[in-house]
């Protein structure tokens, strides 16, 4: 039942987003023309030898979007769809990520155009060594820091870490280690930030659950996705509520499970198997009958564009928390609106990972080492403010929570710029 759907790119969408927010507040025109465009789009073509010693070349991108608020901040991810579109998207989001949970970030996004399931640990970790270097100072500590995203975990950062490192004098290798974040803990990275995207959704689904009196304990829910922002999702769920899975898609397709499908057996299954297909007590269902899986609450948490004007209306849930980044189009968030489908938007939804990214910087910075619980306390509280914050904007201009997380965003940064003004 596959029909064919126009839809369109995800630079657009954000575009479009944009635009609905900026009119509706009103935003000055002249920081709006600023802030649709990006700053910095740096493409990087670059050599890299593989394993039987012929050379391949590889593009990446680092999008640097906007940096009134700080150092361009956010993930690389390592796709065989990314394109520079997408990088502008993802780096556009990430400074409305940064404003709305007040820290002093701006916002940045990069990649590499490439399928990493097809090379080698060496090729990958030369392919990783070799971008790091083609972006040379292009990143930095107080500039420009990376983190992961899609297909990139912390060993990943490491070896950037060691690269950027590596090309800096001796004396300014020991504080510079902030440079990266979602480090190895043993490498400077913080305790905590490996769960923190998914811990930051459990907890503004917590926050949801307050609001509509909802016990989050007799629920069900469905994830798209089963990497960090999936499996932690899915796991913490399940851990402190108690909550049911039903339902898990990703890259080798989706399984369904009437009796609740275990996330803890399944991450080990899925490190083991690489995938869910296949996972015992499960059964293998469609894309089309995943998404129409009658549940609570969807967390999507893989890629864009997957609520759209053909699949919302599939969707049988009562609310969808955004762990991805741009998951549902213009078209999807109307059909949802219109159905009365509550929606934590992405840029509120997934922010946990920057935020303890912040923390890591931090850390970092002033060579501490937090504990898991300091962590996760100053995490939930920077949730909890910014999920007050986009409801009381919500409440004021009468609008979706999509809107009203980018207008909270455009007016932190527009009084930035009504202050410090425009240079000369
Ligand atoms: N890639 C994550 C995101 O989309 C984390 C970014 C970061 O920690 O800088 O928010």
């Known amino acids: 039942m596959k029909t064919t759907e126009q839809i369109s790119s995800v630079y657009a969408n954000v575009t479009r987003q944009f635009d609905k927010a900026a009119d509706l507040m009103g935003l000055d025109p002249n920081i709006r023309k600023i802030l649709s465009k990006t700053t910095n789009e740096i493409v990087v073509n670059f050599p890299v030898r593989m394993d039987d010693g012929h050379i ?30 997408e990088i502008r998207a993802l780096a556009t989001w990430m400074t409305w990520k940064g404003a709305i949970t007040n820290i002093p970030f701006g916002g940045g996004k990069g990649g590499i155009q490439i399928d990493p399931f097809k090379f080698s640990k060496a090729e990958l970790e030369r392919i990783t060594r070799r971008f790091t270097y083609a972006l040379g100072n292009n990143i930095g500590p107080e500039y420009d820091v990376p983190a992961p995203d899609v297909n990139t975990n912390s060993r990943i950062m490491a070896w950037i870490l060691d690269t950027y490192l590596s090309t800096l004098p001796p004396s300014e290798r020991a504080r510079s280690t902030h440079v990266v974040t979602g480090k190895p803990v043993e490498v400077g990275g913080s305790l905590g930030r490996d769960k923190a995207t998914g811990q930051g959704v459990v907890f503004t689904i917590e926050e949801w659950a307050k609001d509509r009196k909802f016990d989050i304990s007799k629920s069900t829910y469905f994830v798209q996705g089963f990497g960090n922002v999936g499996s932690w999702v899915a796991r913490l769920m399940k851990k402190d509520y108690g909550a049911t899975l039903l339902a898990v898609e990703d890259v080798t397709g989706a399984i369904y499970g009437k009796d609740g499908i275990d996330p803890e057996k399944l991450t080990a299954y899925v490190r083991d198997k690489g995938g869910v297909v296949g996972f015992p007590g499960t059964e293998a269902i469609d894309h089309e009958t995943f998404l129409g899986t009658q549940a609570d609450i969807f967390i999507p948490s893989a890629l864009e564009n997957q609520i759209t004007a053909r699949t919302a209306p599939l969707l049988n849930v009562r609310m969808i928390a955004e762990g991805a980044n741009g998951p549902t189009t213009p078209e999807g968030d109307e059909y949802l609106q219109a159905k009365g489908i509550d929606l934590i938007p992405d840029i509120l939804c997934n ?24 962590v996760d306390a100053k995490l939930r509280k920077k949730i909890v403010e910014a999920y007050a914050d986009i409801r009381e904007v919500a409440g004021e201009y009468d609008t979706d929570w999509r809107t009203a997380a980018n207008i909270k965003a455009l007016k932190t940064i527009e009084l930035v710029y009504q202050e410090r003004g425009i240079y000369p």
Request: aromatic letters at 14%; glycine letters at 12%; charged letters at 20%.
């Open 56 to 85: 391949k070349m590889f593009i990446g991108y680092r999008v640097q979007h906007n940096n009134i608020l700080g150092p361009y901040k956010g993930g690389l991810r390592f796709h065989p769809a990314v394109n520079i579109d």
């Open 351 to 374: 922010s946990g990972g920057v935020v303890v990214s912040y923390f890591e910087w931090l850390q970092n910075k002033r060579s501490e080492r937090w504990s898991l619980k300091e």
